[in-house]
């Protein structure tokens, strides 16, 4: 007699099972949410808004701070933060493909955030792959939560290298008057 196996749940579930350990792990914790580089949304337990919005900048942000991190010559980009007069949100590399974002109020201990989240955040990159085909193969209820009106480009493919910055020009100051006399 074979032995069945227990199918695995889909992506957006298992997903969003990660996302709710990190909110009953953390105090301060309000939401948080997984979006592919490109900015399309993946899963997301943020309760009261709105998440496509928010997976679309939290896209941007990766790109803006991975282009930062590599003009300072600090490497490989792995977690931004910024913290509003409500709160924080903080930006986590998953793999190559996505990136996590956690909403927390302003009682949010962010030390204990990079702690408690450093494994769920592993765990969620491992699916990191699976990203790469969600504009095409994502769920229905992924439909059109593209920032773009739900037009996903052709191929999901990681950006190339950035050339470097180009270097500050010197102050050009105009050239002193002579003293009125």
């Given at each position: 007699?074979?032995?069945?196996?227990?199918?695995?749940?889909?992506?957006?579930?298992?997903?969003?099972?990660?996302?709710?350990?990190?909110?009953?792990?953390?105090?301060?914790?309000?939401?948080?949410?997984?979006?592919?580089?490109?900015?399309?949304?993946?899963?997301?337990?943020?309760p009261?808004?709105?998440?496509?919005?928010?997976?679309?900048?939290?896209a941007?942000?990766?790109?803006?701070?991975?282009r930062?991190?590599?003009?300072?010559g600090?490497?490989?980009?792995?977690?931004?933060?910024?913290?509003?007069?409500?709160?924080?949100?903080?930006?986590?590399?998953?793999?190559?493909?996505?990136?996590?974002?956690?909403?927390?109020t302003?009682?949010?201990?962010v030390?204990?955030?990079?702690?408690?989240?450093?494994?769920?955040?592993?765990?969620?990159?491992?699916?990191?792959?699976?990203?790469?085909?969600?504009?095409?193969?994502?769920?229905?209820?992924?439909?059109?939560?593209?920032?773009?009106?739900?037009?996903?480009?052709?191929?999901?493919?990681?950006?190339?290298?950035?050339?470097?910055?180009?270097?500050?020009?010197?102050?050009?100051?105009?050239?002193?008057?002579?003293?009125?006399?």
């Amino acid at each position: 007699m074979p032995t069945s196996r227990a199918a695995t749940p889909p992506l957006e579930e298992r997903v969003r099972a990660e996302l709710k350990l990190i909110r009953s792990n953390v105090v301060g914790v309000h939401g948080s949410l997984v979006a592919t580089s490109d900015g399309f949304l993946v899963a997301h337990d943020v309760p009261d808004l709105e998440p496509t919005e928010i997976a679309a900048l939290v896209a941007t942000t990766r790109a803006l701070a991975t282009r930062t991190t590599s003009a300072a010559g600090r490497g490989e980009f792995r977690e931004a933060l910024a913290r509003g007069s409500q709160g924080y949100l903080a930006a986590y590399a998953a793999g190559t493909n996505a990136i996590v974002a956690v909403i927390g109020t302003n009682e949010l201990n962010v030390g204990m955030l990079h702690f408690q989240t450093r494994e769920i955040i592993e765990r969620i990159a491992a699916n990191s792959p699976e990203f790469r085909k969600w504009p095409s193969g994502g769920s229905a209820s992924q439909a059109g939560s593209h920032p773009a009106g739900g037009r996903a480009p052709s191929a999901v493919t990681k950006a190339p290298s950035a050339p470097p910055l180009p270097r500050r020009r010197p102050l050009r100051r105009p050239p002193a008057e002579p003293p009125a006399g």
